[in-house]
């Protein structure tokens, strides 16, 4: 509940009373929780046993080349309420995760991880088919409940799994009371690939939902949907997050991403309005806990009927205020002015501190609050003083260094930004985009730095480096299937850019030079110095056509206008591009060492349709290592994205189901479509880019992390 949903009915409080409302709201927040990795800290997860951090994700088992066995456990590390003690209403509550599970010997045994509701911070259970959930003495049952919703790639007899490759759900037992079958829905554990889990539960009617996809889109079923009443499997308070294991194996289980909420169903009469959750008790994460004698009281019914009880009695509500005598209005004033006294110390604080910021720096920590802020010190030794044997790409605005952090060792893609102001100006609105942005298929920003007039990004190094080089530089051809999850990723990634965040950003500079590769070959899209975030369902200004010749949609070319259709069209350039292992523009090499530009990829592809021969646009250097019907859908779908015409391609959102097999895609004709526009939108669009860029466009180097890499001539 928030105070914005009260103001109707506020207006005609007094005073002392209004004051009461609020400190009556406030209360009610602590009946809720909601976070994500997005806004998590370190001092926010507790890891027992195996479990570490490891580039901005959490892995549950230890990274070994070596069979063994072990487990290990994430919490949150505040206790969260999930049952009133005198009513026992049970909270609601919604989790969305991310994991995968690599194998590095494949023929080693296994293991699996579960989303768990704990009693407790301090307990691990035993390794192999426990899921460091039980030890092996609490058999057949724990002594204290718990709740598991476990991701199973051994078959156990002893605890009646189905396979290796279920999901179930676990009630204080390791013998599951739900399961379902992984395979039925095409999923395998086993894969590597990027697995999503919801799971939603309903304190109110008692629904259980859990969904599993490699989709980033809710399936519109679940996999396991039933009623279940956690009333004696839950405490009033329980800590929550995730448990692994291994048996003989080399199995690694990462959590990619993690967001939790829950609430309360409120009603005028139910404590979940008016009860304070008490102290926990002391732990490593709260040591002074226990300082606390009593949990604070609650307020009396009657004065939440008061409050909440908006109906033909307000004005009798008031007069039983006053009924309680001067004693119960000090009362009620004394802690309101405790807490705008307590609140204007905060301020004072914050404000304090601010003005310490030096002013050269201020800037940047108002565009950017979330990730770390770093010492020019610490960047300047990680790079070796900006050594030029660190350079590991450049670009039109800045060089990017490898870096190694002194103090944590961890390795990171330092990009310093070029010392003239338009170099400045696209870093700054790097900065203020991508610091906003949560997603795994995008490059996570750790952190920035500005001083000495130097501005730096410092980004997370994806080990094996871009998608361009992985196509054209690799000693062994990138496999299909490696390419079909990069496409996924690139295309659930500018779904989330379109239609997900609070204002749109078009990214304007689609191609493979931007799309890392991680560890695992999942997709990292980056390079958002060319972006711009407009509100929704607001036109977007005309400027300068900027980008790289390819990718660039023929209408942007025209007018100078970036729209969501317009990323759609370069994200179907780099689509046929993965499927066919050809540059969008291929370059050839006269006899006299001339290089000219020769053939247009999305032109070839379309002319193979038209003759009824898609197929023969297949990479050859795939030796026919693909699913035919998969490649078809794709080259599909890099031709519906390629559309002439900006009305007929298909939004991000749709490509992401298409890929998946959720939603069919368009009909694609034979023969290219011709370019067309409305009369009046042209002339209007043309007008705005003549008055706005001057009519020109100008060509210069590559804007991306790699100059040049992409094939194409870059604009600006």
Known sequence: ????????????????????????????????????FGTLTLSSLKLLGDAHLNNGNVRLTRDLAVPNSGAGKVLYSKPIRFRQPSTHAITSFSTFFSFSVTNLNPSSIGGGLAFVLSPDSDTLGAAGGFLGLLNTNDMPKAASSFVAVEFDTLMDVEFKDINGNHVGLDLSSMVSTQIGDLGAINIDLKSGDLVNAWIDYDGTNLSFNISVSYSNLKPKEPILSFNLDLDQYVNDFMYVGFSGSTQ???????????????????????????????????????????????????????????VGGKSAKSDSCHNQLCKQGAGAVAGVVTASAFFVIFAGVLIWVFSKRSKRVKESESFASEVIKMPKEFSYRELKSATKCFNANRII???????????????????????RCSHNSQGKNEFLSELSIIGTLRHRNLVRLQGWCHEKGEILLVYDLMPNGSLDKALFEARTPLPWPHRRKVLLGVASALAYLHQECENQVIHRDIKTSNIMLDEGFNARLGDFGLARQIEHDKSPDATVAAGTMGYLAPEYLLTGRATEKTDVFSYGAVVLEVASGRRPIEKETSGVGKVTLNGNLVEWVWNLHREGRLLAAADDRLEGQFDESEMRRVLLVGLACSHPDPIARPTMRGVVQMLVGEAEVPLVPRAKPSMSFSTSHLLLSLQDSVSDCNGMITICSSSSENSFIGGGHDLV
Do not use: R
């Open 248 to 306: 003989g194996s080399t199995e690694v289980h990462s959590i990619e991403w993690w967001s939790f909420s829950s609430s309360f169903q409120l009603s005028s009469g139910s404590e979940s309005s008016s009860s304070v959750p008490p102290p926990p008790t002391a732990s490593l994460m709260n040591p002074t806990a226990n300082s606390v004698k009593s949990p604070p009281p609650t307020l009396a019914p009657s004065g939440l009927e008061s």
């Open 393 to 415: 790409g450049h670009g039109a605005f800045g060089i990017v260094y490898k870096g190694i952090l002194p103090e944590t060792g961890d390795i990171v893609a330092v990009k």
């Open 1 to 36: 509940m928030s105070l914005s949903c009260k103001t109707s009915d506020i207006g005609t409080l007094p005073l002392p009373l209004f004051l009461l409302l609020c400190l009556v709201l406030l209360t009610t927040k602590a009946t809720s929780t909601d976070f994500d």
